[in-house]
């Protein structure tokens, strides 16, 4: 009987952890609002403005999928249309004969 | 045994065609020649030897209905030549568009959508 | 047995159609009141799918045969429980496609209002089906509608991608007529029970048939080795369709269990083996390609191909262990709802931007975190995270992969870490570096179906035992035996 109420309960337990402390964030903000760093950061000569820090977007995965060798499957869908015809019969041709065998 | 060996005939020739060739309306020619294949295929599972056309006509049903071949798949048929004809005018309307965008109807020159 | 039950939902499909006419012929004069027709007739089926399901709870079966002709010689029209589910879905997800074209699409309304009702009556139709060519004929319906929808913006990307999606589909659907005169050779009749009943297990020509179906639906579902169109059409579709996209897809992964369980009773467990082979597979790819896209439809279409892997994953340990068709269905209930809550998100993003590359996303436009917060959601769904409806479905995904095989539950988990990776990209580009300066306001009518998806992806996830009862519902239904006696009148 308890079991119907537990995810109700956990998502109850939930909720109440996130109030807390989003009120906690709140009430802390309103006591000493934060300001913008002055300071510039100091990169080995040269000062960076906060606009070039980000982390790269798009490069971001290269290095995994470079390194795993992922970005041959990408080559695979060269967009050419007869790969993609060669491979559905292809496809077809294997699987048919997977169930001739098994069947 | 013949309209088999056709139907196989056909469904290489056009399975070939959409394959290997480069310009675009031989593809879709070869997209036709398929469904051909298809088609006589599903026609002459119907047949049967010596028979009439299944038309009736002062309701002879009782006399005709041994020796008709079977019209469900004339049916299908008829309405698969449709769907293909609908296919083809669309085909040729999106090469019309093709030619005006790219300028070649070679399909090695469509290259830009690709990964 | 009984008194005659009528069929609402088959009524929605006949008012869908007569609306794709009435948009194209009162569009001529007044262009202007093709959204309302269509928002109109999609709201009419909403309400009408639901009458079918309350009929559905009530008996178990609804059938219909048009015209008065009986079972094997006329159509029949039937619903169980797991067309009506999944249909119940498609017409939600479709009033609210309705919605959010209403302000995605500006010019030539006619065009793209007509095509979008003869897509829905295509993807009704399909579920409705109950003899193989109906099937065949609702199938093209929808191919020939999305054909024209890919090719609605008229440039390069758009023809490009509609003429060889053109070409694979035929292809593809050419193999599954092939495959219908096959089952005609062998039983005579193409009525879905009748078949059941006529054909028998040893025939020589099954292997043949049935690689033949699965080609030719697992093209429309986007498994494997036939998934090459998905992204492509994606993107050159206009986002709210990439929503109708993920609704065709499922309409396939209906079709495939309508093969298994209804027309071909399918006990022998290697075949479940080469369905697991190819889930795995699709979960794979799909991951993996979703990490290197920078176009946030294409990474979307990715991300829905890898979703449905998982539903064929569950599909297939379903044979080996009792719960895995529960499992099946609850994926394919909450994979289409908040994949339909990323396209309509990727709907607004694209609205405001003009543009679908997520760099030029995110320097043209600054939301309201609202959409941040249902892209997110969105995502957080896709991974499994739990307080949201992927983790229930998911979770018994991995608990009945774990009896069976352990190492299927580590793939599985190394795709939602895959999932979570390329969410996060997305997110991250396009809401956390953000530098414009321009605002933009959601229209009404795109914000509120997004917030009613939230709203089921939370309420899914926080009582989860809704969507067992429902996938329960429909898995103990499966069997053949009640779905032939109904159709023939028994």
Redesign the interface.
Known sequence: MIA?FV??L??SV?AIIIAVFALLMLISKKIHPTKKDQRKTFACGEEIEE?NL??P??S??NNM?KTLR??V??RW??????S?????????VL??I???Y?? | MLAYIASMLLLIIGAYTLVMKDNLIKKIMGLSVFSSGIHIFLISLGYRAGGIPPLLTNLNFNQISAIMVDPLPQALVLTSIVINLSITAFAMAIIVDVYREFGTLNIKKLKSLRG | MGDKIEMFSFYAILILLASAFATAVIGIKREGVAPYIAIASTFTALVLTLLTLRDVIANRIVTMQIGGWLAPYGITVVMDPLSIVITSIVATIGFFAALVSFRFVEERKVEYYTLFSLIMVGILGVLHAGDMFNLFVFIEILSIASYSLVAYHRDKISIEASIKYLIMSSFATGLILLSIAFIYGLTGTLNMADIALKLGTESGLLPIIFGLLLTGFGFKAALVPFHAWKPDAVMGAPAPIGAIFVLASLAGVYAIFRMFFTVFFITNISVYYLIIGLSVATMIVGAILALQQTDILRLLAYASISQVGYIFLAFGIGALHGFGYTAAIFHLINVAIFDSLLFFCAAVLIHGAGSSDMHKISQSVRFSPILGYSFMIGMLAAVGVPLLNGFASKWIIYITTLYVQPLLTIIALLVSVLTLAYGVKAFYIMFLTNSSKKRMRIPITMLVPILILVAACVFLGIYPQLGVQISEFVVKNLANIFYIGKVFGI
């Open positions: 119907e995810p109700l956990i998502a939930f606009k980000n982390i977007a798009e971001l995965y999928i992922l970005d499957i990408r869908h060269s967009g050419n249309l007869a993609y015809i060669i491979t559905i019969m292809l496809g077809m699987m048919i997977y169930f001739i098994v069947w």
